[in-house]
């Protein structure tokens, strides 16, 4: 990668990014903000909707693993164009399956469909992003992260608004797809061709060895570098998804504290975590990886401990900064890691992003059942123990040397 492009060019491939990252978090928050409609529309149960939800979790792991013979077979910018269109026709078909139709099997597979787009995307956006923070020579990838939590927000909104307005799930989030798919068709054209990911090197149509890239892409998971970025990502994006569904519920049960209290402290950790991203790349920047990690590490561990032990509401609440603050550019920096081989990037942030899904998935619910036995606080020790080895793993991921666009 060389810093040849023009600053316009560079800008513009920036901006695109963004629209992917908030594209992506819109999509998913949108139907998550439904899945009580979608419940009551299909008339499932608890158990049923747990079922349902997997069909997204199936879907997203198959994505990952699919991007990179995506970005091998098609290039970038026509692979994430074909993932953004498949996340979209998906929530199309959640939709008309709630809605229209009221059946489950349709609304799983098209969950599948919308896990499948997502988790390929996240795959090509975090390759873009660090490319283009590559180029640009400043830190991008938290910021990106925060971009795509504020298309979160923006879904959960919209969704709050559809249901209070009592508008169906069928045409709530034929809109958001409609919307999503055509956001993402203008911000490619800005992404720009490169022979490294499988475009061509002008217009026309080539062939590539995709089953040799498919072969030395596995082989990624033979690098011992891979591995330990993927520690430091499961530690942090454990603290990270256990704190999405334990942290309220560690506050009530663990603490004695009120419903809304145990809400108020879990925004409190959104918060943290969102400005922890806001402000991460200066502080990366000028600081480096490494050091800044193992901070990070160090104020995760501080903020856990303290709120397993807190005797008091503020003691808690401080915990919480800490942990969120800690939590938050774990996963940016295992992606901008992972590509910082630019010859198998995709690849590479593909293996890492699976360690980061794996920690999403199986996390919650190996918390619930160490909680189980030993209460959730304790449980809550486990994520002590991999903050640690992220720490301790932090090395892993060294800037290679960066080169400032040309202004």
Do not use: K
Request: aromatic letters at 6%; a neutral charge; proline letters at 4%.
């Amino acid at each position: 990668m060389t810093n040849s492009r023009g600053r316009l060019e560079l800008t513009r491939w920036r901006n695109a990014v963004f629209v992917l990252f908030f594209v992506s978090g819109l999509g998913l928050a949108s139907w998550v903000s439904r899945i009580p409609t979608v419940r009551d529309d299909l008339a499932l149960r608890t158990d049923q909707v747990g079922l349902l939800i997997f069909g997204l979790s199936a879907g997203s792991i198959l994505g990952l693993i699919a991007a990179v013979w995506l970005m091998s077979a098609f290039g970038a910018r026509r692979a994430l164009l074909i993932s953004i269109a498949t996340s979209s026709a998906g929530l199309l078909l959640v939709g008309a399956a709630a809605t229209v139709w009221g059946s489950a099997p349709i609304a799983f597979a098209a969950l599948a469909l919308v896990g499948f787009g997502m988790g390929s995307t996240d795959v090509m956006m975090n390759v873009e992003g660090a490319a283009v923070e590559r180029e640009l020579g400043v830190t991008l990838m938290p910021l990106l992260h925060a971009c795509f939590s504020l298309g979160t927000v923006a879904g959960a909104l919209l969704g709050a608004a559809a249901a209070g307005l009592t508008v169906s799930v069928g045409w709530h989030l034929s809109l958001v797809a409609a919307l999503a798919l055509a956001a993402a068709a203008i911000a490619v054209r800005f992404v720009p061709l490169r022979p490294t990911l499988g475009d061509p090197a002008d217009h026309t149509v080539v062939r590539p060895n995709w089953a040799e890239r498919m072969r030395s892409s596995l082989a990624v998971w033979r690098d011992p570098s891979i591995l330990l970025i993927g520690v430091i990502v499961l530690g942090m994006t454990f603290a990270e998804g256990s704190a999405s569904d334990w942290l309220a519920l560690a506050v009530v049960d663990g603490h004695g504290q009120s419903d809304a209290t145990g809400a108020l402290v879990f925004g409190v950790f959104v918060s943290a975590m969102t400005v922890g991203r806001v402000v991460g790349g200066p502080v990366l920047d000028r600081f480096g990886r490494v050091p800044v990690l193992r901070a990070c590490s160090v104020l995760g561990v501080a903020g856990l401990l303290l709120v397993i032990l807190a005797p008091s509401v503020w003691l808690l609440v401080v915990g919480t900064v800490l942990w969120g603050l800690g939590a938050s550019l774990g996963f940016p920096v295992g992606m901008s890691a992972a590509a910082d081989d630019t010859a198998n990037a995709a690849a590479r942030v593909s293996a890492v992003a699976m360690i980061g899904y794996f920690a999403f998935l199986v996390g919650p619910p190996l918390l619930g059942l160490i909680g189980e036995r030993v209460g959730i606080l304790n449980a809550l020790v486990v994520i002590v123990v991999l903050m640690a080895l992220a720490g301790l793993a932090a090395p892993a991921a060294r800037e290679r040397t960066r080169t400032p666009a040309a202004g």
